[in-house]
């Protein structure tokens, strides 16, 4: 079993459209949660950081974080074409280290 | 400032080659990590040094040989790679290793393809 899941995708949504992006994580004492954006070729780059269950905001992105559900996601709205990239959802748990999902890659479509 | 450099961006090698990749931050950050990516995957965990000194290796062959000369730099020596060894290779940074609060934050990589 996985330790990190994501909606493999790929995920395409119009121009303007809310994309929602969906993780899931296996170890309960997990308490960093981070959304990792990727463009092909490039490293990888932090966009959201969460610690607490509920709501942060950030511009256009919105995490979510339920612990007793174990699952965190990220909404972009009004999804830009330059927001397609690949996302990464990771996860620091009993480790202390970045578990990271396999990635949900999102296509804007104009 | 969240930066963090490497050099070089790329780099070719033939497999009885030794060539280094480099990475520098100056965020005062006392925890740094070496990552390989491959194509399509998320990027795996190779070494972690906490205030200078390596605190995990997660089983690389030791044809990859980490060094922390000081708090800012990190080096990673490579000799005698495989061609399946080509990857992105990421430095990352954050303040300290295992914090709740822990913020990594990538440089943009060492493309590294080995012939």
């Known amino acids: 079993q996985k330790e990190v899941e994501q909606n493999s995708g790929p995920l395409s949504v119009p121009e303007g459209a809310i994309a929602s992006l969906n993780c899931t994580y296996s170890?309960?004492?997990?308490?960093?949660f981070f959304w990792y954006r990727q463009y092909s070729g490039k490293s990888p780059e932090l966009i959201m950081s969460?610690?607490?269950?509920g709501d942060k905001e950030d511009g256009r992105f919105t995490a979510q974080l339920n612990k007793a559900s174990q699952y965190v996601s990220l909404l972009i709205r009004d999804s830009q074409p330059s927001d397609s990239a690949t996302y990464l959802c990771?996860?620091?748990?009993?480790?202390?280290?970045?578990?990271f999902g396999s990635g949900t890659q999102l296509t804007v479509l104009p | 400032d969240t930066e963090v450099t490497q050099t070089p961006k790329h780099l070719v090698m033939g497999m009885t080659n030794k060539k280094s990749l480099k990475c520098e931050q100056h965020?005062?950050?006392?925890?740094m990590y070496w990552y390989k990516q491959k194509a399509k995957k998320p990027p795996e965990l190779m070494f972690v040094?906490?205030?200078?000194?390596?605190?995990i290796n997660e089983s690389v062959p030791s044809r990859f040989s980490p060094e922390c000369p000081n708090s800012s730099l990190l080096n990673l020596h490579l000799h005698a790679l495989q061609p399946e060894d080509s990857a992105l290779y990421l430095c990352?940074?954050?303040?300290?290793?295992?914090?709740?609060?822990?913020?990594?934050?990538f440089g943009p990589g060492t493309r590294l393809t080995v012939l």
């Open positions: 990352a940074s954050s303040q300290v290793q295992g914090a709740r609060y822990n913020e990594q934050f």
């Open positions: 965020m005062g950050h006392r925890a």
């Open positions: 969460i610690y607490s269950n």
């Open positions: 040094y906490s205030y200078e000194k390596l605190s």
């Open positions: 990771a996860v620091s748990g009993s480790a202390r280290q970045l578990t």
């Open positions: 170890d309960r004492v997990s308490q960093s």
